[in-house]
């Protein structure tokens, strides 16, 4: 008590001069995940994005038509575009360039002009200021009214004035940057996914050539390795992109139009698989939470198909209750808008909040579905039949759930038999391994720390839920038993599909398996079950991949774990004559003090946590890797195996 009081009187006191004021970029530098997300690979990836979106302005304005982005050698990165260049004459307001405003101040930049810009990918107007704060260095040269001007940046401040560097008769802005290594966690730039950001905005504004140079790596001729984005049609060809490895029952349906002066542009597709794949875009913003857009076209999409299924007696004969999520099955779509004033609900730009938009949205949707089943009654039949054996499945798979459901909200002796549950029930610090195979499973009992972690074999590979009915997926033994150990339940009157997380016993879920192909195999199924199915386990941040060493380098008593094949020869080197390599085929290779030490010791393991980075690439690779076809799964594993052969 006593020292509480000398606090409240003595220099802590809390007053006025208390409260920090952060000007300018330094808010930024100081809480740099609230403006890009994290301090990742994410955060840093997002930079990138940050550039590019004011380039992809400058093509919605008109103005530009190509872009260009160099990931240079030291993995700084070079954004180039041919729009008409960021202005460079004096803002008056801020007795400043215009140039040096838009990069050093928050909240200031053409797109809060509805004049310059008609709609903005950005939100808060924050961007390439943010990039600007959060780089060691950032360069910004400027082709305009005949000249090219360039001034130099660091941490947001400049550190040269604004000159004139050349004459140019071209025009467009380059911006060069290299994020500030003490700000982020990782600095290395990953080449696939800024192309697949690069290829989705390519479908999402037809007619702009994107280019993604990386300076780091040479194809067989010398040149450096280059991909180029452009499409046609637009959201046509993102579609059949989307659909590529799935069986087409319709052709692809969709609309360009304006409603209300919003520009709507859809295009769908049905297709024989069983899962609903619909992304929803805002002013280029991959908007993952939906918003009023979607909740549009879901209402557009079940009134307009449900009228037409009644009034041409298809349903007829066929006595059972249709809902929305039935007429979503086996339909994979793209809803892009693009909205003046964007209203987003939070501060991650994923949910749309304008009411006005929902309208638009449905009555685009309304028109196409409509027009297009008049002019195509085979389609329309075929939709209608994929609709009602929808409705079946589901009516099953709530069965199946109620089972599961019955199952999960037991206590005790509603656990799995085969669960080696740990003894505290805090699911703060909790976490549950997810083992391949009984041997493997035994070896982590004896292995593991008990008061926190807990232990479920599961026997061989479980279900391919991409190529499974719902109720197929719930009858199975293997994943109800997942359902039931993890403690989550499915389903509700508005939502049959949605998982609720509140009763989840554990805040980390770990798959381990054997570092073979056999174990890939597993660990890709189990992860094509948490995707389809428990995607908020994802979001959420729960999921995670144990990382067992491959090798152990051993010279007499000297034994040395190795994760890499890099690992492998260095610490061979390292070793000398005589060292011996033991390879790990399965987890059962390893002793229980072993599998601790290497794989579930927090304090020595390594876990990679799953993220869902770009959720169309992810839709798009899960059917490669467990749909029908397989010659694209061929080609995906030839190009992304990682298991060497060695003799050792």
């Known amino acids: 008590m006593e020292n509480n009081e000398k606090k409240l009187n003595g220099s802590s006191e809390y007053s006025a001069n208390s409260i920090q004021v952060l000007e300018g970029l330094e808010a930024v ?386 656990l799995p038999g085969k669960l080696s549950d740990c003894s505290s029930r805090d699911p703060k610090i909790t976490e549950i391994y997810l083992v391949e195979g009984d041997s493997a499973g035994g070896t982590a009992k004896q292995g593991r720390d008990r008061v926190f972690q807990a232990i479920l074999p599961l026997r061989g590979k479980i279900l391919n839920v991409e190529k499974a009915l719902h109720h197929k997926v719930f009858e199975n033994e293997e994943i109800r038993t997942i359902y039931t150990a993890l403690g989550v339940t499915i389903g509700t009157e508005e939502d049959p599909k949605a998982l609720n997380l509140e009763k989840l016993r554990y805040n980390k879920v770990i798959i381990m398996t054997d570092a073979d192909v056999d174990g890939s195999h597993i660990t890709t199924l189990i992860m094509t079950f948490f995707f389809r199915y428990m995607k908020e386990l994802i979001e959420n941040g729960h999921l995670y991949i144990a990382t067992p060493p491959l090798y152990q380098v051993k010279k007499g008593k000297t034994g040395i774990y190795c994760w890499t094949e890099e690992e492998r020869l260095a610490t061979l080197e390292e070793l000398g004559k005589g060292a011996s390599v033991q390879r790990y085929k399965g987890l059962g290779e390893m002793n229980a003090e072993q599998l601790w030490e290497t794989t579930m010791n927090p304090a020595t393991r390594t876990l990679r946590q799953v993220n869902i980075e770009n959720g169309v690439e992810a839709d798009r690779t899960f059917s490669i890797l467990m749909g029908e076809e397989v010659a694209p799964r061929r080609e995906f594993i030839e190009k992304n195996a990682v298991y060497a052969q060695i003799d050792a």
């Open 29 to 414: 530098r100081m809480r740099p995940s609230m403006y890009i997300g994290d301090i990742g690979s994410r955060g840093l990836h997002h930079l990138v994005y940050e550039v590019v979106d004011n380039s992809i302005d400058e093509a919605l304005a008109d103005f530009c038509d190509e872009i260009t982005v160099v990931i240079n050698e030291d993995n700084s990165i070079t954004v180039t575009d041919n729009g008409r260049g960021i202005p460079v004459d004096l803002h008056e307001k801020e007795g400043k360039s215009a140039l040096e405003v838009v990069l050093t101040v928050l909240h200031a930049g053409g797109k809060f002009d509805k004049d310059s810009y008609k709609v903005s990918g950005g939100l808060h107007g924050v961007g390439v200021s943010c990039v600007n704060a959060l780089s060691e260095l950032l360069v910004a040269t400027i082709q305009r009214d005949g000249k090219v001007y360039q001034q130099s940046f660091s941490i947001g401040n400049p550190i040269s004035e604004l000159k004139v560097i050349g004459e140019s008769d071209k025009t467009g802005t380059i911006i060069h940057f290299k994020p500030d290594r003490t700000i982020f966690q990782v600095t290395e730039y990953n080449f696939d996914i800024l192309s697949s950001r690069l290829r989705e905005l390519a479908f999402l504004n037809k007619g702009i050539k994107l280019y993604l140079i990386d300076k780091r790596e040479k194809e067989e001729d010398g040149s450096d390795k280059k991909v180029s984005f452009y499409s046609e049609t637009g959201l046509r060809e993102f579609i059949k992109y989307l659909d590529e490895n799935r069986e087409a029952l319709t052709n692809i349906i969709n609309i360009e139009t304006e409603k209300s002066e919003i520009p709507v542009e859809i295009a769908l597709e049905y297709n024989s698989s069983y899962s609903e794949n619909v992304h929803s875009y805002v002013n280029n913003i991959n908007t993952h939470e939906g918003g009023t857009h979607l909740t549009g076209f879901k209402r557009g999409l079940t009134r307009t198909l449900k009228q037409y299924a009644e009034e041409s007696g298809l349903l007829a004969k066929k006595k059972i209750e249709i809902n929305g999520d039935d007429f979503r099955e086996g339909l994979t779509a793209v809803i892009s808008v693009k909205v003046q004033n964007p209203q987003f609900e939070g501060q991650t730009k994923t949910k749309l909040g304008n009411s006005e938009v929902s309208i638009a949205v449905d009555q685009a949707v309304s028109q196409m579905i409509r027009n297009y089943l008049e002019e195509n009654p085979n389609d329309a039949k075929n939709i209608v039949n994929k609709v009602v054996l929808a409705a079946q499945a589901r009516i099953a798979a709530k069965k199946a759930r109620e089972l599961v459901q019955s199952k999960t909200v037991l206590k005790g002796g509603g």
